[in-house]
């Protein structure tokens, strides 16, 4: 009886589940494809080398070879996996690799994870914005304390281009991978979801994380949330975000505020794992994106603490003229 009891619990789970998780997948998937087409596009005429021969400066005053910026313009427009492929044709030596590496941890995928973040409350110009200027404080922090000074080498890429029918089935292959992925995953995410609420365990996660969702400043009811942007990144771990947020768990404040840390910190897993395959140490690739994102989150606090005094303020100071009329 007990058995057939749980059964029927999980059974409602995933019908309870399928539903939302389907409709969460089917939004991503109308982002994701026509985004990747388009970045398509881009790569096969040229149009990003064309960005990134302008951003070059940028990196040479960090130290970084011109080339540095191509791979952190692609990063921004499509993902990790592209970023592992570059820098693995480059073989820039470990300490600029790793510099670069943590960068392109923070900005990637503008243009999905930027609807992700908009959609559970966040400004996307203002998200942009934090994500560029945290790769850049990133990167200024590891110059600082990584042993070893930067190579003056001059790094180029030999560029081999496809004909558009290979770049184009290439395309068509990465995609319907992706699709895929977004498919299971989402809807897996939602249904483990379910099941932790339906037999009341959200409180076993969000109970011994609590004094460190404090230390970052981030409320209780961001902790599921976090966790799941932390362990498989923004993309797949939106359909969590959306759905705390749409059952009111989680309110566009504090989801404002987890945003604020994930748009810097999050995917701690298996993205730091693919740069260790080309030799970078696993680390520098965290511990600097975990700071940074806690500096923006208190850093928001902060503007939000002075933005509720300016009302108070100007009331006291009616109140002050007032009382001398």
Known sequence: MKI??????????????????????????KITVPVSFGVMLLDYFGLLYLIAGYTSPVFNHLG?????????????????????????MLDLPVREGTILAAMCLVSHGFLI????????????????ILRLTG???VAWLLNLLMPGTMSTETITIAATQPDFISALLHWFTSITSTVIK???????????QQILEEFGMIGAINKPLSPLMKVFGLPGST???WVVANLIGLAYGSAIMIDQSEKGRMSREDADLLNHHVAVSHSQLE????????????????????????LAVWLRKGELKVKSLKPACRQTGKKTKDSFA
Request: include cysteine.
């Open 4 to 29: 057939s009891n749980i059964t029927r619990r999980l059974n409602r789970c995933i019908k309870t589940a399928l539903p939302k998780g389907l409709k969460t997948a089917w939004w991503l998937i």
């Open 64 to 88: 970084l070879p011109g080339v540095s910026a191509v791979v952190f313009i692609t990063s921004i427009f499509t993902n990790v996996y592209s970023v592992v492929a570059i820098l693995a």
């Open 113 to 128: 994870e930027s609807a992700v973040m908009k959609r559970t409350g966040s400004s996307v110009v203002r998200m942009v």
């Open 135 to 137: 790769s850049f404080i």
């Open 182 to 192: 977004i498919l299971i995953l989402v809807n897996l995410l939602l249904i483990f």
């Open 223 to 225: 902790t599921l949330s």
């Open 271 to 294: 993205d730091p794992l693919l740069f260790v395959t080309l030799g970078y140490t696993l680390h520098w690739l965290i511990w600097p994106r975990i700071l940074v994102g806690m």
